[in-house]
């Protein structure tokens, strides 16, 4: 079957697309990708995929534009729709899956004017706009914090859940900032990295490209030993050393977490859309699979707070909540519900 997979502008939409056209090539399935010329879409397939084919289309985000940029946008959105509507033709595609993001609008609703089955993968515990909006027109809206999805879980690579285990006690304490890094995570490490020095507690930190040569040159300061990163391939690796995560609450780095069974300190990154990666950590909280805390609250000292817990039950629950092939259920989902 062909499928077309639409939506980005971000990596925690991109890598959506690569885990479903990857699953699709697993199951015998062709995919074609349609997204945006701006954002990161291009710097994902536009050189290397496993798509057949890859578009690039003219589109800027619609919804926080004024005036005439609005206007602008809008007209992008209607002559990309009719492009899309004609690569759907062109591709004889029979189901297209929505990644969200505004680069997702023109196939999505194209798929919808040719009456061509549309799937939805949202990633937050609140909804993107563009995802409500076509929500009422989806075979399918997929989402791993809904009890009532067709599929549960969220798409986390094998890695994962391959090198995962119980945690106990703290030995290792990984900082994580999100793909971009974070200041608040970066300054918060470094205020307890002596004491966790002193205490015999290693430390991992992913500090981002933008304060990578400060954070390196204060623990140097310091006299810390820490495993300083700006940006790493290693994740899965790095995550399984770790027995305790500080970490924003952006969608993927929080389901891997849960995957490798790593409790977490949540700090979300408090200007994400309709303050969503809050949201995502209360989903963790509520299900007593870890912590949240708002970036000003006294972050130090909860931190060393932490340091004396049993980690074992979080541990097991967050991976008792995680499920594995979670791409490849959706494919096969899609297929069914396409053939039946
Ligand atoms: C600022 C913002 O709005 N971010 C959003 C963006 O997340 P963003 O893409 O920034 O963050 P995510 O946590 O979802 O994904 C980051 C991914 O990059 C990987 N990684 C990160 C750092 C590194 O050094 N190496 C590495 O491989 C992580 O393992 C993870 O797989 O999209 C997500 C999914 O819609 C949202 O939940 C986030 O809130």
């Not at 991109?14 to 699953?23: F, K, N, S, T």
């Not at 929505?98 to 023109?106: D, K, T």
């Not at 950590?281 to 708002?294: D, H, K, L, S, Y």
């Not at 932490?306 to 899609?334: G, P, Y």
Request: glycine share 8%; net charge neutral.
């Amino acid at each position: 079957m062909k499928f077309c997979i639409t939506g980005g502008g971000t990596g925690g939409h991109l890598m959506i697309a690569e885990a479903l056209v990857e699953a699709a090539a697993n199951e015998g399935h062709e995919a074609i990708f349609i997204g945006s010329k701006s954002g990161q879409d291009r710097k994902y397939f536009e050189d290397h995929s496993t798509f057949s084919h890859v578009y690039f289309l003219e589109t800027t985000g619609v919804v926080n534009q004024k005036g005439l940029k609005k206007i602008k946008a809008l007209w992008l959105v209607l002559k990309a729709f009719f492009a899309s509507r004609a690569i759907l033709k062109q591709h004889k595609i029979a189901a297209v899956y929505s990644v969200g993001g505004f680069s997702a609008a023109p196939a999505s609703f194209a798929a919808i004017s040719r009456g061509i089955p549309l799937f939805i993968h949202e990633q937050n515990v609140v909804e993107g706009r563009l995802n409500s909006l076509l929500k009422p027109f989806a075979a399918r809206f997929i989402s791993a914090y809904d009890e009532n999805s067709a599929i549960k879980g969220y798409p986390v690579k094998e890695e994962f859940f391959e090198r995962a285990r119980v945690r106990e006690k703290i030995k290792t304490v990984i900082f994580l900032g999100g793909s971009q890094g974070a200041k608040a995570i970066n300054d918060l490490a470094l205020s307890v990295a002596s004491e966790l020095q002193s205490r015999g507690v290693k430390i991992i930190h992913q500090a981002g490209e933008r304060d990578y040569d400060r954070v390196k040159q204060k623990y140097e300061e310091l006299g810390v030993e820490a495993e300083l990163y700006a940006f790493t391939k290693e994740m899965p690796s790095l995550m399984s050393k770790a027995d305790l995560a500080i970490s924003r609450s952006g969608a993927s780095t929080l389901w891997e977490l849960c995957a490798n069974g790593v409790p977490a300190l949540f700090i979300p990154f408090p200007h994400a859309a309709s303050d969503h990666q809050y949201h995502n950590a209360r989903f963790i909280v509520q299900n007593e699979m870890g912590w949240c805390e708002r970036e000003d609250e006294g972050l130090r000292e909860k931190l060393l707070l932490l340091l004396d817990e049993d980690l074992s039950k979080k541990s097991s629950a967050l991976m008792e909540h995680s499920s594995r092939d979670v791409a490849k259920m959706m494919i096969l989902d899609a297929y069914r519900v396409v053939n039946d």
